[in-house]
């Protein structure tokens, strides 16, 4: 099914291109996987950069970018080496880096699934919590244990912190504990769960119904969506009846509304 | 138990009578049933207005509002033919209608119970996450499909991204998928979920719970609610608390306490 | 375990010191616990300030505190006696004093955990939604029923409201009626349930677990993190890199990032 195995073409180095590898089915969806299994898939400095430059890369053409990883670990944060070795400025790179990429994965017209099976800790979850959507494999687990070592994982809770209930973020933040996958579920961290059998294939197929729709429309749709949770009620419906009413007289709008009364498929600007 | 049944007095034609009908118990609990099933109870702009004019009718007196609807479909949404059919100018009409309803619902100082026995799709999901509760049976399901056709469910989202966590939302929106009764519930889009022969009892036996109340006492929490919600915790502790001493100072509050001291029922304002 | 069993010593009078008792474990857990089951461990004036000097007494040293009860219920909430033979300026004063205990919480710089073996409602409801963490075992009940009496539960609707999602809280304020230990993990209010057999040791290894943290980095956390989640993504994820960067300037936050690397065990400052 997926057209081509390559190391992402737009990575700064060789040394970067082993880090990802990126994939596009001939439907557009992008696979970025985070293939550092020795290192645990750690978001050093040259990961983010290249996570970054792999949606970079595909976010023009991809319907739908999925976010996985080899290993057992779809990725344990920061590289604490590389952390511990560096200069308080290149601290302050790493973090501004990894909200780089997490401002990115908020403002991608393409979504972005998380899609775990393993564990995903400390900015590993602040990744999967930054998604657009996340699913896991029934074994995967979450935490935020920075305070175990005397860091608080104050980033990651910015994420956390708006994608799961207060008692549970803050449990996780000050506990370091991991929550299963049903946690994550009941939490909101992820909405859906899979054996680990089925992540792959379910995977793949929640991308593929997303890369059947009008990426026009996701586009405007989710920027809405970003844009009026942050209103009051009253402005926010406001401004959503007004992209409404944007949405309808779009083509792809036409297109959908008539297919729909005419009981066919609809065929949208980005397929002809 | 239901006291009569008769089309909406205040319709506005008997075109619309046939849209919804209302019914009050004794006990001033007011059923509005959409009864449209032959159109899966599509909100055009004749059924929205048609239960704005129910809601209008009986808010002044009821003690609390249920929606529900006959059929399979609680509501499929918008009437996708009215709106194919429509200007801009009718598009307009259309969704700030709609948004006057959920509005209305908001404000209600009678609170609105859903009560869901099948699907409610795209602005018939809207609806229930406008409620002030939501309860549903368990083969109910709810889908916000609109990026199926090209429209991106944007005014249900404002109400969806404000009941249930993020990332169950984005799934929703983005994929256009249905969620089960037990992911609405876990996601807090209803509070309760039944058996579909439990729901139209446990439906009248909440909504007979909340009629006992004094409505006085109702509409200031309620109002309170909705306004502390939006502030910063110190703000919200200190209005609340100033709400807390008026409530007592209410006949009511005064009238419930000494009940409660006593061990009597409290009666109300309103029963006397 | 517990070193030490005594009245609070900075209770202001003998008839305070029996309301609630404080111990203190030698890793600098304190047990504080509402002592006062034949009046259902009610907030009166009297155990508002009891539980206030508590937490004043022991947060200097504190790395951890339990706030727990004796008997079946956890906290009735306000006293309805007192409630009722006070004048309006003491009702102030009541809900005042209760509203700086909650923020007294939230401020807390060591973290506050509730565990509930029983029966919490009303404002003892909104002191366990006022708490970092609450656990609680499968039998507890949550409930906010002061509706019931005509004096509809606005204060613990302030942290109901925060904690859980909407329309759990919305059920719960206006039909009054409990919700179980399974319903209350699903919504939010609480993120761990035992058994009634397990609660008490269960809660002892998770606020043991915490005081073995750097408390000089939990306070950061904590901080940053009730700061950063009113604020938007934006200057969310700005702060608080600024505050990992910070955080990694500690002295704790070095020690930890050495022994992580090292593989032994950290050494923070408050032990030394």
């Not at 290249?50 to 057992?72: F, K, M, N, W």
């Not at 244990?145 to 008692?167: E, H, M, W, Y």
């Not at 089925?198 to 970003?226: C, D, H, M, P, Q």
Request: hydrophobic residues 40%; proline residues 3%; glycine residues 6%.
């Amino acid at each position: 099914m997926l057209a081509r195995t390559r190391p992402s073409k737009t990575c700064l180095s060789r040394c970067l291109s082993a880090l990802t590898t990126t994939v596009t089915t001939p439907q557009k969806v992008s696979y970025i996987t985070l293939n550092n299994p020795a290192k645990r898939n750690a978001l050093s400095l040259d990961m983010l950069n290249s996570i970054i430059s792999d949606i970079e890369s595909v976010s023009e053409q991809a319907r739908c970018i999925v976010l996985r990883s080899t290993g057992t670990v779809f990725s344990s944060g920061h590289d604490l080496k590389e952390v511990a070795a560096a200069s308080q400025q290149v601290h302050y790179t790493i973090f501004n880096r990894c909200n780089d990429l997490m401002l990115m994965i908020a403002n991608s017209s393409a979504p972005v699934i998380a899609s775990v099976d393993g564990f995903a800790t400390a900015a590993g979850c602040q990744l999967v919590a930054a998604c657009h959507m996340a699913v896991c494999s029934h074994g995967s687990k979450f935490a935020t244990p920075g305070v175990n070592i005397g860091l608080f994982c104050s980033t990651p809770g910015v994420q956390l912190g708006r994608a799961v209930n207060r008692k549970l973020a803050m449990d996780m933040l000050l506990t370091g504990e991991p929550i299963s996958s049903e946690a994550a579920l009941r939490g909101g961290l992820v909405s859906r769960v899979y054996s680990s059998e089925e992540l792959e294939a379910e995977t793949a197929r929640i991308a593929s119904v997303i890369a059947t729709k009008s990426n026009t429309v996701l586009k405007l749709g989710i920027k809405n969506f970003n844009s009026q949770i942050k209103k009051s009620l009253v402005d926010a419906a406001e401004q959503s009846s007004q992209v409404m009413v944007r949405n309808l007289g779009l083509e792809d709008g036409k297109e959908g509304l008539s297919a729909f009364l005419e009981k066919r498929h609809p065929t949208w600007q980005q397929d002809k």
